[in-house]
């Protein structure tokens, strides 16, 4: 256990729909990551937010968004779902930036219909 | 453009023998490497990290090694033990600049230990 939590583990929706996952850290780390894990791309950076403020964009969509809370837990957003958004999503955490050690979440299975 | 590259989606070994996991980068700016594990339905994990001011990191069965001028890194297991079956990630970082901290992934090999 990483001490690293995803919420939900499983989530179908269908085109169109906006939804939210919801990440909290280990205690006592202030950098949050998003990860997304297609079958053809492998695992890919999405965003990182270090103690509320964005620090770092990746490869995400203008149709998603983040952000990062007071209490430190972190919510990614997608809206206007595609078939190709059904992936896994990662949130991985650290206790600052540069090479801390990313502990990562058990992920967030998102199917598109 | 895919700057961290493992090129064998798979590897078979024998219980006992060595696991050799090659991953090689594009990007000299990367100055921090590392190999996580991954099983199905679980985040990856950490195993093992190393510094570009270093050419091998050891860490009980787990070796790393890097050759900066080959742009080329290695995980060594010995000896190799069914247990760590599972799909092994190289990344890389910059400590510094914008981006920093934020690993970039290779695609994975899968690595099958055989009793």
């Known amino acids: 256990d990483s001490g690293v939590t995803q919420t939900p583990k499983h989530l179908i929706t269908a085109t169109g729909q906006r939804v939210t996952l919801r990440c909290s850290p280990r205690?006592?780390?202030?950098?949050v990551y998003w990860y997304q894990q297609s079958l053809d791309q492998g695992l890919q950076f999405l965003i990182h937010y270090y103690n509320g403020e964005e620090r770092a964009k990746g490869n995400i969509l203008e149709r998603f968004s983040a952000q990062q809370f007071p209490d430190l837990h972190s919510e990614l957003n997608l809206s206007s779902l595609e078939l190709g958004d059904s992936a896994l999503y990662f949130c991985?955490?650290?206790?600052?930036?540069?090479?801390?050690?990313?502990?990562f979440g058990p992920g967030t299975r998102l199917t598109v219909l | 453009d895919q700057q961290v590259k493992q090129n064998s989606p798979s590897l078979s070994v024998q219980e006992g023998r060595i696991s050799i996991l090659n991953c090689d980068y594009t990007n000299s700016m990367f100055d921090y490497f590392l190999w996580y594990k991954k099983y199905p339905a679980e985040g990856p994990t950490f195993l093992i990290s190393?510094?570009?001011?270093?050419d091998k990191n050891e860490d009980g069965r787990f070796t790393v090694f890097l050759n900066k001028s080959a742009k080329h890194l290695s995980l060594h297991i010995v000896p190799s033990q069914p247990g760590d079956s599972a799909v092994y990630f190289c990344a890389a970082l910059r400590s510094y600049g914008g981006s920093q901290g934020n690993l970039i992934f290779g695609k994975g090999t899968k690595l099958s230990v055989k009793p």
């Open positions: 205690s006592g780390d202030l950098s």
């Open positions: 991985a955490s650290s206790v600052g930036t540069n090479h801390d050690t990313q502990y």
């Open positions: 190393i510094s570009s001011i270093k």
